[in-house]
């Protein structure tokens, strides 16, 4: 999340799933990762490794802002934290 703190295209939010639920999603263990895709209905369950690497990959082949996420990676003032996210 710390990654894309400055991002306009990527939003991170978290939710307690025992005190909220979602129709149509779930949760099998913690932590679950879903992307909600801009202008997308359906959501896209993450089932990679919990590393940067992995999770921005994942943002840039599901997502549907991937051209903004590439720029923003490619920006001389990214910031590039833990290779391990922290949840």
Known sequence: ATRFRKS???LV???DATRNEVPGLTID???T???FPAGVKEPVEFTGSRTVEELTD???KSGTNSN???SFLQ???EESDDDDLEL
């Open 75 to 77: 920006a001389p003032d």
């Open 13 to 15: 939010g978290k939710m």
């Open 68 to 70: 903004d996420i590439r």
């Open 8 to 10: 306009r295209s990527v």
């Open 29 to 31: 263990g913690y932590p």
């Open 33 to 35: 990762i879903y992307l």
């Open 58 to 60: 994942f943002l840039v």
